[in-house]
């Protein structure tokens, strides 16, 4: 892209570092895969077992069952983002404005659906879908640095085949092939005196989407029928986005473009004890590559930004309380390292943050389960400074999510 376009720094770089991401890191790449892990914080969710959305986190997993099972839910993501001692400086008319403003965030839904099938005592496979992102940030157009902000629309879906192993009473080994596809609309609209000047509304848009395929491998060993440890690994490969690319400048293009993105793989280490009849607490630990995505590429514009992100934990723990055969409770904590280091963007507040979680599952019958889960994520205050050739903004952003999951499982 040439340097008279003047969101070169920010372009895609913003917006698309949040298309077809694991649900896993920072940047509101929130999990959802079920509502049974998140009413405990995902803890050790790679080893429980308790319906089939376990295959979403280990296909391993699937050795722990003896019959068919399937789970179907859905998850709603709130966003509360806001902008905090904010200032906006219009460099064409030298002035100063506050850029303080909340309520930027958006409700998005995210559907998920895993089956397993069991073929003897040894062997099992099953499919998944879910999606891997949905979220929706989107400032008013009154709002004194818009440009910035702006319209952010990502949607993904994750489709995945997977098969197990037992090996021993012990051991299972699992593997998976999975296809990402991710759809996004990013507007970075000019401020008002450009688009008097200029006769242009935004000064970029964007429509892309593309798929990826990656893999996963996993492992379950059983110490015996109340202790069990859980490791899985997903690669994640760099993933093509194809769309029209409309940008002002000098002389306003908009033209046909791949953006290519390289995602980060994940590992994670589960375990699972159950300490009494009523009791078991559960723990995991993920690592997220997030070094990986270290410049945004197009194949026709080239270097769009140098982005060095940092690699990112997840450290979580939980509880689940056995009440009877009907009802089971569930709580978890999990806290969540940011992937941003230095460079920070008002349309993808970043930072840190904690997961306080609480779920319940309710069992109508033998064979099949209700689930919610609730998450009330916190985020931690960031500074933001971000500028062009025509303005500039700075300010302290701060964001939290509540994540509300419904899911119905049965076995056969």
Avoid: C
């Avoid at 569930?330 to 840190?352: E, F, H, I, K």
């Amino acid at each position: 892209m040439t340097s008279s376009f003047p969101y070169k720094k920010t372009l895609i770089a913003s917006a698309f570092a949040l298309s077809a991401l694991q649900l896993h890191a920072a940047g509101f790449q929130l999990n959802a895969q079920s509502a049974t892990g998140l009413g405990r914080a995902y803890a050790g969710d790679a080893v429980i077992g308790d319906n089939a959305s376990i295959i979403s986190r280990n296909p391993a997993g699937m050795a722990l069952f003896d019959s068919p099972a399937m789970s179907i839910g859905v998850e709603s993501i709130t966003t509360d983002i806001e902008a905090k001692d904010a200032t906006y400086t219009n460099n064409l008319t030298a002035s100063n404005t506050s850029a303080s403003t909340d309520g930027i965030g958006d409700t998005s839904i995210a559907p998920n659906f895993h089956y397993i099938r069991p073929v003897d005592d040894k062997f099992a496979w099953g499919f998944n879908a879910y999606s891997n992102f949905g979220t929706k940030t989107e400032f008013n157009k009154d709002y004194q640095g818009y440009e910035y902000g702006g319209k952010t629309d990502v949607k993904s879906i994750n489709l995945g085949l997977v098969g197990s192993y037992r090996v021993n009473k012990q051991l299972a080994v699992g593997a998976g092939i999975d296809a990402v596809y991710g759809d996004g609309t990013f507007i970075r609209p000019a401020n008002p005196v450009v688009a008097s000047q200029f006769n242009t509304n935004n000064l970029l848009e964007i429509e892309a989407d593309g798929w990826a395929v990656g893999y996963n491998l996993g492992l379950l060993f059983e110490v015996d029928d109340n202790n069990r440890f859980g490791l899985d690994y997903h690669y994640s490969p760099d993933i093509d986005a194809d769309g029209e690319v409309y940008r002002f400048g000098a002389t306003p293009t908009k033209q046909s473009d791949t953006v290519v993105m390289p995602l980060p793989d994940i590992a994670e280490f589960s375990g699972y004890h159950r300490l009494a009849p009523e009791y078991a607490v559960h723990y995991s630990v993920q690592f997220i590559r997030w070094s990986e995505f270290d410049v945004l590429e197009a194949k026709q514009a080239g270097l769009i930004n140098n982005y060095q992100w940092q690699d990112a934990w997840h450290y979580s723990i939980g509880g689940t309380y056995y009440m009877d055969d009907a009802w089971e409770l569930r709580a978890g904590y999990m806290y969540d390292t940011s992937a941003q280091a230095d460079m920070r963007s008002l349309s993808v507040p970043d930072s840190d943050r904690q997961w306080l979680s609480a779920g319940f599952t309710y069992r109508p019958s033998q064979t099949s389960s209700i689930d919610f889960g609730a998450t009330y994520l916190i985020g931690e205050d960031t500074n933001v400074q971000e500028s062009t050739q025509l303005s500039s903004i700075q300010g302290t952003t701060h964001a939290d999510a509540l994540l509300l999951g419904l899911q119905y499982s049965r076995s056969f």
